[in-house]
């Protein structure tokens, strides 16, 4: 049975792409006689505003959508999240633990990379500027409230073994197997937040968890998310939790090509209802 999920944060209005989401993961597992999941990623209590969670239930409502209740809130979830990381910073190879703490601002992170001894171009990953292990040496015994805690990725992929043998399945045009690579996990996400110092935890880690404990069978979200996927399937792997299986959908992009993002109102499904659109329009537009 799929178990299917949609995990909008609350932190603006919901727009076409939103919807294009929500309705695939809703019509997969309603078609197959499985359920659909509505999870609130609320983790970001600062940016979190409880006039878009009431939107969120609103619009996916008019879209014709329904759920079980109460749905999970992530910011009701902390205790979860802590258990995780500390079964993270628990496990290490031989002397040195798997995570550590990091009070680097992006300023920091920024100027260590401009240092001409680092040489190399500013990289890009899932969470932006790959970050230069500036605090890699320090120890989780040492950690105050002014750090947050990165997982080291190098022993990460260490730990996990033989990585062929990880990955994660994806459904979409043409269904593939795609594995865990070191180099990339390693080049292009780097030593990623598990613990953001204002918040305890972080999407990835909070993701993770919150996918296995809802026993999500498959995950669908846009395109834009994919490069953040063999994060997720490697935590899965350290926690020992199963992976789900992945389908990326093609972005929803505005008349000039500009994928859509929060501050896009024009596309807002509030706004285009108040137009006079209906569900079926919505569909029309993004499903053909
Ligand atoms: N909370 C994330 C967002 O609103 C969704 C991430 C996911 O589906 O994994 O972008």
Partial sequence: MNIERFAPSPTGFLHLGHAFSALTAFDAATSRGGQFLLR??????ARCKPAFEQAIFDDLHWLGLNWPTPVMRQSTRMQSYDAALARLTDMGLTDMGLCYPCACTRRDITEALSAPQEGAAQQFGP???????TCC????ADRTTADAVRLDMRKAVALCGDLSKRGYREIGE????????????????GDIVLARRDIG?????????DDAAQQI????????MAP???IHVLLQTLLDLPTPTYRHHRLIRDDTGKRLAKRHDALALQTLREQGWTPTDVRAALIP
């Avoid at 040496?137 to 989780?140: A, I, N, Y």
């Avoid at 043409?174 to 996400?189: D, G, M, V």
């Avoid at 935890?201 to 968890?209: D, G, I, P, Q, R």
Wanted: charged content about 25%.
């Fill in 228 to 230: 953040a996927t063999p």
């Fill in 217 to 224: 069978t498959h995950v669908t979200r846009g395109a834009d």
């Fill in 40 to 45: 609130i990623e609320d983790i970001d209590t």
């Fill in 137 to 140: 040496t320090r120890s989780m």
């Fill in 174 to 189: 043409a269904p593939r197997w795609t594995p865990l690579e070191a180099a990339y996990l390693i080049e292009r996400c």
């Fill in 127 to 133: 969470d932006g500027v790959i970050y230069p292990r």
């Fill in 201 to 209: 935890t972080s999407y990835h880690l909070a993701v993770v968890v």
